[in-house]
């Protein structure tokens, strides 16, 4: 469903715009793209006097906080290294941002979020960020659980294949969320600061 509306009570959510994940091939969005839509989405937030949270992946310095479950296709970490959770200079917070580590994919798992979105009255969530069908997709599934409406900029993510991309993006975020465009949320958001 197109975004034409959104809720006087939403945020912004940007998930693992950071040093460590924009340096991996990232497909059908490059990372410039994800991290400039992301950015002006941030901008016209703080503008409206919207919430901002900036989250970030993190391990560890030792590594030991990753998960690494028993699986057909063990998935670890990358390398760690001393700006592997450092976010896109083009995000860097304001003073009244929010920001949240997490250890997993999701956001809401074992972090603050879902307390700090109720503390403000946020019913709904803007998503972006790297990995569309993992940090993203996860995400966007708590959130429903947890009962928030969810909007997904689309080219505002990205992940490591266009199959996996359009899975999410045609095939599970439809059920759970409204995904369009940067430039329609950005709209959407003017509409609503105008009304």
Do not use: C
């Amino acid at each position: 469903m197109p975004v034409t509306d959104l809720s006087p009570h939403s945020a912004l959510v940007v998930l693992d715009v950071q040093q460590g994940i924009l340096g991996l091939p990232l497909q059908p969005h490059p990372a410039a793209r994800v991290v400039d839509n992301s950015a002006r989405l941030a901008h016209a937030f703080r503008a409206a006097g919207r919430p901002v949270i900036l989250v970030t992946v993190a391990h560890g310095p030792d590594g030991g906080a990753a998960l690494r479950p028993r699986a057909d296709v063990p998935h670890h970490p990358p390398a760690l290294h001393p700006a592997y959770s450092a976010l896109a200079p083009e995000l860097a917070p304001h003073p009244t941002d929010l920001l949240i580590t997490k250890r997993q994919w999701g956001a809401f798992t074992g972090t603050e979020l879902d307390l700090q979105l109720r503390r403000r009255g946020i019913g709904e969530i803007v998503l972006t960020g790297v990995a569309t069908n993992l940090a993203v997709e996860s995400t966007a599934r708590s959130a429903y659980e947890h009962g928030y409406d969810v909007v997904v900029a689309e080219d505002a993510t990205s992940t490591f294949s266009v199959e996996h991309q359009e899975f999410a993006i045609k095939r599970i975020l439809p059920m759970i969320a409204r995904v369009d465009s940067t430039a329609a949320v950005l709209t959407a958001l003017r509409a609503v600061r105008a009304g």
